[in-house]
């Protein structure tokens, strides 16, 4: 008797224990801004923009008037400037129920996922962006400015199980252009990839300093 009642009090906690894990794909524009054109000559937009440029948080790396050139750098949270889309994972067990619904291209998140066994997983992204700002003079009194930013991500994830005992470290490197795509594996192996790409913010803020 007592075997049947432990035999039906197990039942009734994996019965309780349940999960769902989705992804929302990003929804910014594929296509995002990056140029704009100033109504003064080259020499006055490369003038002004330099020390401009040098009072933001970017690192400026190169300079090369002759050709137009400034190269910066960001490094650091990537949540502003990258659209991964969101995380939602569902978690249901004798604690209670939990629900974490958090956009992918978050600095760090702690957070479960219930497949066929409850896991903790702790995610951190980095984003390195390199920046191509060239200055055309399209006219005596006109000038486009272009922004390029080489977008690299790199993921690092650890899992662990209900013991606390490590099943699956690792970390994910990914990089990509202004205006195109790359995809990370999710935690649950699903064939369906997260997929990042430039929210265009990066571009903005840095032309919204040139003048």
């Known amino acids: 008797m007592i075997r049947v009642a432990t035999a039906l009090v197990s039942l009734a ?12 794909r990003p929804t910014t524009p594929t296509s995002v801004e990056n140029t704009k054109v100033i109504n003064k000559s080259r020499q006055a937009v490369w003038d002004a923009a330099v020390p401009q440029l040098g009072k933001e948080f970017f690192v400026i790396n190169n300079l090369d008037k002759s ?17 991964c889309g969101r995380i939602v994972s569902y978690v249901k ?4 129920e939990r629900t974490y619904d958090f956009p992918a291209a978050r600095q760090q998140m702690d957070y479960e996922i219930m497949t066929s066994n409850l896991f903790f997983l702790s995610r951190q992204m980095n984003l390195d962006g390199r920046v191509n700002l060239i200055f055309e ?13 080489r977008y690299a991500l790199r993921l690092e994830q650890t899992t662990r199980d209900v013991h606390g005992r490590s099943v699956n470290n690792g970390a994910t490197n990914v990089a990509f252009n202004t205006n195109t795509s790359a995809s990370f594996p999710r935690a649950d192996n699903s064939n369906e990839p997260v997929s990042c790409r430039s929210t265009g913010q990066l571009e903005k803020d840095l032309l919204s300093n040139i003048r």
């Open 13 to 24: 906690v994996i019965a309780g224990c349940a999960g769902k894990l989705d992804y929302v």
């Open 67 to 83: 050709s137009g050139l400034i190269n910066i750098s960001y490094s650091g949270d990537p949540e502003k400037y990258v659209d």
């Open 93 to 96: 067990n004798a604690r209670g």
């Open 137 to 149: 003079e399209i006219g005596p009194e006109q000038t486009r400015v272009s922004a390029n930013t």
